[in-house]
T-cell receptor
């Protein structure tokens, strides 16, 4: 079955530091890949996505590239801010089209804390 | 455009009682998904519904849990005879189609005394 493995946290950084959160996956077919962010007491917000190999998703300074050869979708940001402190989830869904549907499989989440 | 609305935000029940969690999808979204998040864990898929139909309930416990999405009104996740292990955050998500990104509600935090 499908699975997602995330870099274990928590991750603590100083403001303006470089961020990488690793994510690797196992899936049959051609999944779509996502990063979601969860702020305290809230639901998940879609941060970025990529639907095919070599696609790069980007949003709010965050980037992740769909690497089929290494089955990875690592999240990066060049300069983090205090406001980026949250829990980050990597996820995949079964590929689009046919009889597949968008059930999401999540990693365990990585807690990011950014200090001023 | 209102997002996915879940209520209540917090629900406290005693062991043996019933819990009903409601989810109103975004306008124009006919696909609803329920997920459960246990403390310090990621979200786990429970059930996927379209209007009046359960498409996939492979993540639902075999007993005490049920879900519906009637033609009119919100989707309901129902847990009968709750136990302490049901304490979790339950999230609903909706999408306009199965291959489109899901939008999440803020969740219902269920506590069992």
């Amino acid at each position: 079955g499908n699975s997602v493995t995330q870099m274990e946290g928590p991750v603590t950084l100083s403001e303006e530091a470089f961020l990488t959160i690793n994510c690797t996956y196992t899936a049959t077919g051609y999944p779509s890949l996502f990063w979601y962010v969860q702020y305290p007491g809230e639901g998940l917000q879609l941060l970025l996505k990529a639907t095919k190999a070599d696609d790069k998703g980007s949003n709010k300074g965050f980037e992740a590239t769909y690497r089929k050869e290494t089955t990875s979708f690592h999240l990066e940001k060049g300069s983090v801010q205090v406001s980026d402190s949250a829990v980050y989830f990597c996820a995949l869904s079964d590929g689009a089209g046919g009889t597949s549907y968008g059930k999401l499989t999540f990693g365990q989440g990585t807690i990011l804390t950014v200090h001023p | 455009n209102a997002g996915v609305m879940q209520n209540p935000r917090h629900l406290v029940r005693r062991r043996g009682q019933e819990a009903r969690l409601r989810c109103s999808p975004m306008k124009g979204h006919s696909h609803v998904y329920w997920y459960r998040q246990l403390p310090e864990e990621g979200l786990k898929f429970m059930v996927y519904l379209q209007k009046e139909n359960i498409i996939d309930e492979s993540g639902m416990p075999k007993e005490r849990f049920s879900a519906e999405f009637p033609k009119e009104g919100p989707s309901i996740l129902r847990i009968q005879q709750v136990v302490r292990g049901d304490s979790a955050a339950y999230f609903c998500a909706s999408s306009p189609a199965s291959n489109q990104p899901q939008h999440f509600g803020d969740g219902t935090r269920l506590s069992i005394l």
